[in-house]
């Protein structure tokens, strides 16, 4: 006699482990399956951080969901003790005319969100580690910051184990199918389950359970790099924000010194090199690496010193590179939340919540309009 639950979410990950929460605290019966340990270094949201910003340049309809993410990861950070977002403010650097500071510019007023725009020489006087080009401008966001990823992972399932989720680690699951209820079936490598609702949130693995959604992303290494910082200081969180930089080499983000000796950099636009997450290993790109090193060169000289780390990590990209959160065609029962396009994890609470609502009522009260399915049809 299988286990059976309202609902069951696959893969406990950034998107998976606040659904379980959501759920949870709601009173749902809700198994979570994760193919790895809890908090494990093998998919898209690990390396400590993730920045949240508000005024997002990536589209304006993003900026609800985001202020809702802001007001969960505060409140979950203060039921666990933990603060799980720190407001250490948001500084997108580009240049002139480019689109990064405008379009944040424009959603922070449409928004009324607290701003400030910066030309050049204000933004090296405040941010000494900044070597910036003549036609460099900047939009800072007092509010924004960085969420504890990896913390917030296991923020996320020690609530939901609260609230009497069941959640195995390191149980893969092997295969779904609909029951004649309308239910699901769910096969793992150690048992068998039946809920009424799906909920799957593998990230990088969608591929291999909603066949049709493979065509539609791409899984691209991502290579982040710990850099010895030559003055530390100038990196200290009081005084130095999230960033990000829009550079001749590409676009860049980075973080203040947080939980590790190391200053954190990272590329969003490498997005050329397509990766297998069946591979067993993580290995870092030394092409990435080499181009964080260009950066630093140029425009972060105060962080140029030794390297102490470096970690590879997933993007599911779409074709859009908006998200996709949506019941799977053909089968309502089935809710994929997962292809975040490399700009996901922000929004990881509000999206659990926005999923829980989704399994139990069918909507949510956010519009999810733009991450459905249907576009790519
Ligand atoms: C280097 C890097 C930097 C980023 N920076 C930012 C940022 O600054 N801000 C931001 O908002 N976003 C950022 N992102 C994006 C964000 O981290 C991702 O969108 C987010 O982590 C995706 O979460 P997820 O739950 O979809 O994936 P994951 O957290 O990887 O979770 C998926 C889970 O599913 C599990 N799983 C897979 N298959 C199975 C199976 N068969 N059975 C059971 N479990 C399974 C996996 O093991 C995994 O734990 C970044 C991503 C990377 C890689």
Not at 186 to 193: A, I
């Amino acid at each position: 006699m299988p286990g059976t639950y309202d609902v069951i979410v696959v893969g406990v990950g950034g998107m998976g482990s606040a659904a379980c929460y959501q759920l949870a605290k709601r009173g749902v019966r809700v198994l979570g399956l994760e193919k790895f340990e809890i908090g494990h270094a093998m998919g898209s949201s690990h390396g400590l951080t993730r920045i949240l910003r508000l005024a997002y340049f990536q589209g304006e309809a993003y900026v609800p969901l985001v202020q809702r993410a802001r007001e969960l990861w505060l409140e979950t950070g203060r039921i666990t003790g933990e603060p799980l977002f720190y407001e250490v403010g948001a500084l997108d650097i580009g240049h002139q005319g480019s689109g990064v500071v405008e379009d944040g510019l424009a959603a922070s007023e449409k928004h009324g969100l607290a701003h400030e725009l910066l030309d050049r020489r204000t933004i090296e006087e405040r941010y000494p580690a900044f070597t910036l080009d003549a036609s460099h401008i900047g939009l800072y966001q007092p509010q924004s910051g960085f969420v504890a990823s990896e913390r917030a992972i296991l923020a996320h399932v020690t609530l939901a184990l609260y609230h009497g989720a069941e959640i195995h680690g390191c149980e893969p699951m092997l295969d779904w199918e609909p029951t004649a209820n309308g239910g699901v079936k769910v096969t793992s490598d150690r048992g068998v389950y039946e809920a009424g609702r799906l909920i799957l949130s593998p990230g990088a693995w969608i591929g291999d359970f909603a066949p049709g959604l493979k065509a539609s992303t791409e899984v691209v290494r991502q290579t982040l790099g710990w850099f010895s910082p030559v003055r530390p200081t100038l990196f200290d969180m009081a005084r130095f924000p999230v960033f990000t930089l829009e550079a001749s080499e590409g676009h860049f983000y980075g973080f203040p010194l947080w939980q590790h000796p190391g200053f954190k950099l990272g590329s969003p636009h490498f997005s050329g090199e397509p990766y297998d997450p069946h591979l067993p290993d993580r290995q870092p790109s030394v092409q990435q690496r080499d181009l964080l090193r260009a950066c630093l060169a140029k425009h972060i000289p105060a962080a140029d010193g030794d390297l102490l780390g470096l970690k590879a990590c997933m993007y599911t990209m779409t074709p859009d590179e908006h998200f996709i959160i949506d019941t799977l065609p053909g089968f309502e029962q089935v809710i994929v939340a997962s292809p975040c396009s490399g700009h996901g994890y922000k929004f990881a609470s509000a999206i659990g919540e926005a999923l829980a609502e989704l399994a139990i009522a069918g909507h949510s009260r956010f519009d999810l309009g733009m991450f459905s399915l249907r576009r790519f049809a």
